[in-house]
Every structure is written in C-alpha cells, then in structure tokens.
C-alpha cells in the first residue's frame, strides 16, 4: 500500500479542544444505575452504596460532563420523587423503559457521585411529561443559596451549600414520536423558550442545551433545528445531537467509512446554527453538544417487562467497534470549534465500555480507544491534511484509508491514526510544516486477530493496547507502519 502522508501546520488551528467533549451518560435504564455504578449489596460497595471497581475503571477515563438522568427516562421523571429521606421515596413503574424505578438515586446521590469522580454535572429536565415551572424549581433546589423553598428543601435534605450544576438540558429527544409528550417543533419551542426564560432567571450563570433533531434520518432533520433556534433564540448555549452506528451490513470496511457521515452531521448541524445567526442577526451562535452517542446495532432489547434492573441493551463491542468509537473522537477533534459538549452513551452495562456480572467488572474493546484520547485530549486541534490510499465505500462514499486527528499542547504534539484497511499494512509519515518532530514520548497500538474479536469475562484481555515505539524519525518527520483494522495514539516531541 502507498505511503499516507499526514501533513500538519502549528498555525493551521481549529480551536481549543474542550474537556468536555469526554463526557459520559448515565441514565436510569437497564442496569446502568443499579447493578452499574451503585450496589450497596456488592462486596465493591464503598459507603455511599457505589460500586469501586466500576468508579476506579471509570477514573481512568478522566470523563468530564455527565449527563443524567437520561435520555428517554427525563420526560418521565419528576426530580421530587428522588430527594429525602430513601424510605420515604416513592417505587414507580416508570414509561420509557417499562421498568421499576425505586428513586434510591436521585439528584443527592447523583451529585455525591459527580464530586467522587470530579465530574461536571449535567442534568436534563423533563419537558416531556414536565413542566417549564418544575424545570424552573429544580434549578433552585440545585443552585440557590438557602432561604427558599426549595433551596431550603436541598439543605434539610443534607446539602446546605448550593450543588453548582451549570449544564442543563431541554428535554430529550423531543422530536421523537417515541418519547413521552412528543410534541411538533413549534410547541416544543415554546415549552423550551418558556423553561429557559424561567430557569435562567433563577441562575443566570447556567449554560442550556436545546434539544435538536435526534437523528439523520429523522423527517425533522434540520427544519425542527431551525424553527426551535429561531424561537428560542440567544437562551439555547448548545444544541444537541445524537447519533447511534452500526454494522447492520455485516460489511467492516464500509462500516468503518462512517466517519464520513458523522463529519457531515456536524457540519450540517453547525451550518444550521450559523444560518439562524445570520438570519437573526445575532451576534451569538450556540455551539454543538453530541450528548448521546455510541455503537448501538446488535441488542435492541428495550422492553424492561415490570422488572427492577432489567438487561436492557448490553452490547458486546468487538474490535472493529473500538474503531468506530475512535472515529467519533477524531471528528469531534476535528470539529473542535464547533463541538464544544459530548457524552458517550453510556458508561456502565447499557451499550457501554465496562460490564458488570456480580462482583466481576469486563472492560469492553471500545474502553480503550477513550482511554487513549483522553491520556492526551489536552492542546489545540491542527488541521490534518491527508493525501494517500482510499476506497469506496457502498454506504459512505470515497474513504480515506487513515482516519486521523491531532492535537497541539506545547511543544507536544498528539497523533491518533486508525488504520482502516481489514488485509493490508499501513505505511504513515507525520509531518510537522514548521517544526521537525524529534523523537516519541509514548504510543500505544490497539487491534487484533480480526474485525471480530471482542473481550469476555473468560477472556478479558483480547483486545487492549500495547506499547509502540516503531517509529522512525527522517528530516524531521515521524514514519511508522500500521497493522490492518488497528488504532494508533502517539505523543512526539518537537
């Protein structure tokens, strides 16, 4: 296979890479909150009821924004019924999921578990089955100093100093026909204009995300966008966008060309926001928050049949899965000044990168390339250019055989190149226009046998990365060779 050629530029910058583009998702689903991140029956369980194992796997992950408490799950949860006293909380059948909610984690317990992890919080309102009056209070108990109603309901309940929870979002999903008090975009404008306006007034620090069209093939696509910017305009900070892949084709190399379209979804959504700006004439623009994505394609059990902890979604990753996941986090890199906010969804036994089973914790194949990004997420985002080797892709058009994305922090530069090619090795230069590389701090290198390939509790360690250090250094240039269907993160020295 020809050389990729990787050319870079110190000046050629997108824009700072916000932390908060590591962010995570915990929603009351399945097994995510309880037998997830909290089981105070577990041998793990520290004094809060959390599960150690789970936090200390997480830990490593350095996750930034949590959102929570979903999802679907928000538009029928009314955040009253999880504060006080546990045995005085009511136990519900709750509609998104069809499961039994006990409300033994709400809003306390989740904030607790947000300062354990040094996680920002972020919570989504119900402007499902909810009001902008009820979005409104929760703001309060949340964010005002004691002395009033709710505020004071806060204190009496443990927290008499203020929780600071700066990002909240709209609702979920709201376009969907699927979730509780779906409604057209026009009048969930309102409902939205109607929270914000009451929410801000409370706390004016606090930053909103409004609910977007929550998918590419949705008939709202871009037209609910622009008519909830136009509505609720300079009060929305970001807009969501979601976006769940898979290889419904049984296809690797197409499935791995998806990269393509996640590219053209944020910028679709950015040219969205740009127009009502210009439209508007305002001189500001919200910013882009990818507050639910993943792999999610092979389990679709979402039917929790009346039970407390059902197995809802618990998807196997394999390897070609943690290349996808790597392909989110180059686009977003890559999208730097637009993407400001993203949540991989989720964090713990619903489609996500660990798995418990009793006291046993598995680390998936798709832990690993976040793990790798976020060890070196810090710095600006480089343009990359890319000239080598492509392919067609039947579903994604003209591919690129190397997807990458860099990263600039000093006089370190970060390199992260997934090989896409399923049979062939990948020869890669990196090249630094106005600087010569000097020499490789650390790098690590993910694949496998084969696309398939995936960790298990019997065998857990199939997939994760190695050490590499095959770089050769000529004129001030960094080469390397890729394995076929692999990962690579690399930190140089300038």
């Given at each position: 296979?020809?050389?990729?050629?990787?050319?870079?530029?110190?000046?050629?910058?997108?824009?700072?890479?916000?932390?908060?583009?590591?962010?995570?998702?915990?929603?009351?689903?399945?097994?995510?909150v309880?037998?997830?991140?909290?089981?105070?029956?577990?041998?793990?369980?520290?004094e809060?009821?959390?599960?150690?194992d789970?936090?200390?796997?997480?830990?490593?992950l350095?996750m930034?924004?949590?959102?929570?408490?979903?999802?679907?799950?928000?538009?029928?949860?009314?955040?009253?019924?999880?504060?006080?006293?546990?045995?005085?909380?009511?136990?519900?059948?709750?509609?998104?999921?069809?499961?039994?909610?006990?409300?033994?984690?709400?809003?306390?317990?989740?904030?607790?578990?947000?300062?354990?992890?040094?996680?920002?919080?972020?919570?989504?309102?119900?402007?499902?089955?909810?009001?902008?009056?009820?979005?409104?209070?929760?703001?309060?108990?949340?964010?005002?100093?004691?002395?009033?109603?709710?505020?004071?309901?806060?204190?009496?309940?443990?927290?008499?100093?203020?929780?600071?929870?700066?990002?909240?979002?709209?609702?979920?999903?709201?376009?969907g026909?699927?979730?509780?008090?779906?409604?057209?975009?026009?009048?969930?404008?309102?409902?939205?204009?109607?929270?914000a306006?009451?929410?801000?007034s409370?706390?004016?620090?606090?930053?909103?995300?409004?609910?977007?069209?929550?998918?590419?093939?949705?008939?709202?696509?871009?037209?609910?966008?622009?008519?909830?910017?136009?509505?609720?305009?300079?009060?929305?900070?970001?807009?969501?966008?979601?976006?769940?892949?898979?290889?419904?084709?049984?296809?690797?190399?197409?499935?791995l060309?998806?990269?393509?379209?996640?590219?053209?979804?944020?910028?679709?959504?950015?040219?969205?926001?740009?127009?009502?700006?210009?439209?508007?004439?305002?001189?500001?623009?919200?910013?882009?928050?990818?507050?639910?994505w993943?792999?999610?394609?092979?389990?679709?059990?979402?039917?929790?049949?009346?039970?407390?902890?059902?197995?809802l979604?618990?998807?196997?990753?394999?390897?070609?899965?943690?290349?996808?996941?790597?392909?989110?986090?180059?686009?977003?890199?890559?999208?730097?000044?637009v993407?400001?906010?993203a949540?991989?969804?989720?964090?713990?036994?619903?489609i996500?990168?660990?798995?418990?089973?009793?006291?046993?914790?598995?680390?998936?194949?798709?832990?690993?390339?976040?793990?790798?990004?976020?060890?070196?997420?810090?710095?600006?985002?480089?343009?990359?250019?890319?000239?080598?080797?492509?392919?067609?892709?039947?579903?994604?058009?003209?591919?690129?055989?190397?997807?990458?994305?860099?990263?600039?922090?000093?006089?370190?530069?970060?390199?992260?190149?997934?090989?896409?090619?399923?049979?062939?090795?990948a020869?890669?230069?990196?090249h630094?226009?106005?600087?010569?590389?000097?020499?490789?701090?650390?790098?690590?290198?993910?694949?496998?046998?084969?696309?398939?390939?995936a960790?298990?509790?019997?065998?857990?360690?199939?997939?994760?990365?190695?050490?590499?250090?095959?770089?050769?250094?000529?004129?001030?240039?960094?080469?390397?060779?890729?394995?076929?269907?692999?990962?690579?993160?690399?930190?140089?020295?300038?």
């Open positions: 296979m020809d050389t990729t050629k990787l050319t870079l530029h110190s000046q050629f910058r997108i824009g700072e890479v916000d932390p908060r583009i590591f962010g995570g998702f915990l929603e009351h689903m399945g097994r995510a309880y037998q997830g991140v909290f089981e105070p029956e577990s041998a793990h369980a520290d809060d009821g959390f599960r150690r789970v936090l200390s796997a997480l830990e490593r350095k930034t924004a949590m959102r929570y408490p979903g999802g679907n799950f928000a538009s029928g949860f009314h955040w009253l019924d999880g504060i006080g006293p546990r045995s005085q909380r009511p136990v519900i059948r709750e509609l998104a999921w069809q499961s039994i909610e006990p409300n033994q984690v709400g809003t306390d317990e989740y904030i607790r578990l947000c300062r354990k992890m040094g996680w920002t919080p972020m919570l989504t309102v119900n402007l499902g089955t909810g009001t902008p009056e009820e979005a409104r209070n929760w703001v309060e108990y949340c964010n005002a100093p004691a002395g009033t109603r709710f505020s004071n309901l806060r204190a009496a309940n443990g927290s008499p100093d203020p929780h600071g929870v700066k990002l909240w979002c709209l609702g979920n999903e709201m376009d026909p699927w979730q509780l008090g779906h409604v057209p975009a026009e009048q969930y404008a309102i409902r939205a204009q109607q929270a306006h009451m929410m801000k409370v706390d004016p620090s606090i930053e909103l995300v409004v609910c977007g069209s929550c998918g590419v093939g949705m008939s709202t696509y871009m037209e609910w966008d622009r008519q909830v910017l136009e509505h609720i305009g300079k009060l929305a900070d970001y807009i969501s966008l979601h976006r769940y892949v898979g290889n419904q084709n049984n296809n690797t190399a197409d499935y060309a998806v990269t393509n379209s996640i590219d053209q979804q944020i910028e679709e959504m950015d040219a969205a926001c740009r127009f009502v700006q210009a439209k508007t004439r305002s001189g500001l623009r919200p910013y882009l928050c990818f507050d639910e993943n792999v999610w394609y092979k389990n679709m059990e979402m039917d929790g049949e009346g039970k407390f902890a059902p197995h979604i618990e998807e196997i990753y394999n390897l070609e899965d943690a290349l996808v996941v790597a392909g989110f986090l180059n686009s977003f890199i890559r999208h730097a000044d993407v400001k906010i949540n991989i969804a989720q964090i713990v036994n619903v996500a990168p660990l798995q418990t089973r009793g006291a046993d914790l598995l680390v998936q194949t798709i832990y690993h390339p976040f793990e790798m990004y976020a060890r070196r997420r810090e710095g600006l985002s480089l343009q990359v250019s890319i000239s080598g080797p492509d392919y067609s892709s039947p579903t994604y058009g003209t591919t690129r055989v190397i997807d990458s994305s860099a990263i600039l922090n000093g006089e370190k530069l970060h390199v992260f190149a997934t090989n896409r090619s399923v049979s062939e090795f020869r890669v230069e990196v630094l226009a106005d600087r010569k590389l000097t020499g490789l701090e650390s790098g690590e290198l993910l694949t496998g046998a084969s696309a398939m390939v960790n298990t509790f019997e065998q857990p360690d199939v997939v994760r990365p190695q050490v590499f250090s095959a770089v050769e250094f000529l004129d001030g240039k960094a080469i390397f060779e890729l394995p076929p269907l692999s990962l690579v993160a690399l930190t140089f020295h300038q």
